[in-house]
């Protein structure tokens, strides 16, 4: 038979009045308040047993802020605030957020970027699905690349990047995208298992000099992408690029659609560069409109 949450809760709150009371020898204090931290635990994870999320986060909270103001186990702390986030994350995301960013704050105090880096990350996530908060998101994300790349895992910081190039673009912070974009590129140029994906990053950054409507910074981005990268030249992502922008310079929307109807026969074009690109066309339409 399943354990009764709430008798596990009204013990472990019997147990913390008990151990907050009175005189204490021999360090018996410090034993009730593992006790009672200890019951905390036991009640939170019978409610999560039950699916009972928030009441779950509720006692695992109850422990953790023992485990730090009685006990100072500030390790222990964090690891139960961890257990914390999971249960809050489908019920109460802004919960789940504030623990998580507790737990992280001693990860980073205590030097342990890489650890702190995946709670990072996992908050980001939490700020884009669960609460619809780009913005916080991007930064979550940064961050999050930023404390992989100090702990030198490369590959982890680049993923992270990727992902804060797309939603900066998304966000219309086109010049965030772009040097993001960029620094993936050119740490991937020499790298052998990633540099067939430069032309796409580069074809990325591309899109976004476009949607920022600048065919000059545009034609200037594709030299430098050229001179870092010689295979780039050769390649349908850089045709495309050079295609869109002369369409563009001309305001010639057909010829715009045209190019992209042939390069998506071959390569599919994604939902993420179908949104840029339509804003590039968006703006010739614009243009057009002005001079009318």
């Known amino acids: 038979m399943a354990a009764d949450p709430r008798a596990l809760l009204q013990k472990a709150d019997k147990a913390a009045a008990g151990a907050g009371g009175g005189l204490s ?11 009672a931290a200890d019951l905390y635990t036991q009640a939170a994870n019978a409610f999560r047993v039950q699916k009972q999320n ?20 500030p390790g222990d702390m964090a ?9 809050y994350r489908k019920d109460s995301p802004q919960d789940a957020a504030r623990v998580l960013q507790q737990a992280i704050q001693h990860y980073t105090a205590s030097g342990n970027f890489r650890r702190a880096a ?3 990350q996992n908050l980001a996530e939490v700020y884009e699905v669960e609460l619809g ?4 998101a991007l930064q979550a994300y940064d961050l999050a690349a930023q404390w992989f790349e100090s702990d030198n895992a490369e590959a982890l910081a680049n993923k992270l990047y990727l992902k804060v190039a797309d939603l900066a673009a998304l966000e219309a912070d086109y010049q965030t995208a772009i040097q993001k974009f960029e620094v993936v590129a050119k740490s991937s140029i020499n790298n052998n298992l990633m540099k067939w994906s430069v032309k796409d990053y580069f074809l990325k950054a591309g899109v976004c000099h476009l949607a920022a409507n600048d065919t000059v910074a ?5 030299q430098q992408y050229t001179e870092l990268d010689h295979t780039f030249q050769s390649t349908r992502e850089f045709m495309l690029l050079n295609d869109l922008v ?3 310079e001309q305001g010639d929307q057909d010829a715009y659609s045209e190019k992209l109807f042939q ?4 390569s599919k074009l994604d939902k993420w560069k179908t949104t840029l690109l339509l804003r590039v066309k968006d703006n010739i339409q614009k243009e057009e409109e002005d001079f009318s």
Not at 79 to 87: G, M
Request: charged fraction near 30%; glycine fraction near 6%; proline fraction near 0%.
């Open 133 to 136: 908060d780009q913005k916080s």
């Open 79 to 87: 690891n139960t605030l961890t257990e914390c986030f999971k249960v």
């Open 118 to 120: 995946t709670h990072q």
């Open 263 to 266: 390069f998506d026969q071959l």
């Open 218 to 222: 545009t034609k200037r981005a594709l």
């Open 246 to 248: 002369q369409a563009v």
């Open 54 to 73: 928030y009441e779950a986060g509720q006692a695992f909270e109850k422990a953790a802020a023992i485990q730090r103001d009685k006990l100072s186990e």
């Open 25 to 35: 020898f021999f360090g018996g204090r410090g034993e009730k308040w593992e006790n």
